[in-house]
């Protein structure tokens, strides 16, 4: 059996909160597809202004980013030891955006992940190719690399998101997803390698969740677009729900 449980986490990127997910937190939450479940992890990764109001209203919260080193002269950043005081559980590591517009490395990203795991922070660390990687064949090459020198010892979570099906409305097929999924998973240490969760993203909807969730290896997703879109999400929560035990069960 499985450990794995779902986790469904809805990266809101440079946008607010939808309305909705700040409301009902503490009444009936059962309006509320952002609020914390039973079966399934749901978080959200608010902008750092956001973080405070949606802690409050009693969301599971991570941060987007977080720079590796406590305090000092880094202009605009917040270090993951800040983030944990305001109260992040979850941090995204080495976003493509982050990688795309900031110039991550991979050794910045394993230096955010190992600092993340120090302040008991839990990382989840994004990887994927770009059009032109998957066009050239060498989709399996790049995840590879960018496996290499991750705390993968550790217990954090490995997103995929192909570049190239990020808010494109392009989704990676079950099949191929599931491929990189198990490819991922043959490269984590084997006493991690059942345990770990793997995250698909990339134009994650309603319409083609249970599809992607279905897959063995696809542990949950990292939502962007459909995330903001309360009853979109609530949709893809509730179809989560209905296969986590199917899940947990057959790994
Ligand atoms: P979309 O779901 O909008 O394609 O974004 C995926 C993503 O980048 C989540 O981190």
């Not at 517009?101 to 302040?119: C, F, K």
């Not at 999924?181 to 006493?191: G, K, T, V, Y």
Request: a negative charge.
């Amino acid at each position: 059996m499985s450990s794995r449980k779902f986790l469904l986490a809805a990266n809101w990127k440079m946008n607010p909160p939808p309305a909705a997910a700040l409301e009902n937190a503490h009444g009936d939450r059962s309006k509320n597809p952002y609020h914390p479940h039973a079966d399934i992890d749901v978080v959200v990764f608010p902008t750092f202004l956001d973080l405070q109001r949606c802690i409050d209203a009693g969301l599971i919260v991570g941060a987007q980013c977080g720079h590796p080193e406590a305090t000092g002269a880094h202009t605009g950043d917040v270090s993951m030891a800040m983030l944990k005081t305001a109260g992040c559980r979850y941090v995204l590591c080495g976003h493509s955006e982050r990688r795309k517009d900031h110039h991550e490395t991979d050794a910045d990203v394993a230096a955010q992940a190992i600092a993340a795991l120090e302040q008991k922070i839990h990382p989840i660390i994004c990887i994927g190719e770009t059009l032109e990687e998957r066009e050239k064949g060498q989709a399996q090459i790049i995840v590879k690399r960018q496996l290499k020198g991750l705390p993968l010892e550790s217990d954090v979570t490995i997103a995929y998101e192909p570049v190239w099906a990020i808010g494109t409305g392009k989704t990676a097929t079950p099949a191929q997803a599931q491929e990189m999924h198990a490819f991922i998973r043959s490269h984590l240490p084997e006493d991690r390698r059942e345990s770990t969760r793997i995250l698909y993203g990339g134009s994650m909807k309603a319409e083609n969740a249970e599809a992607l969730l279905k897959q063995k290896d696809i542990d949950g997703g990292l939502i962007g677009g459909a995330s903001l879109k309360p009853e979109e999400f609530g949709k893809i929560v509730e179809v989560a729900e209905r296969l986590s035990a199917f899940h947990l069960l057959h790994p």
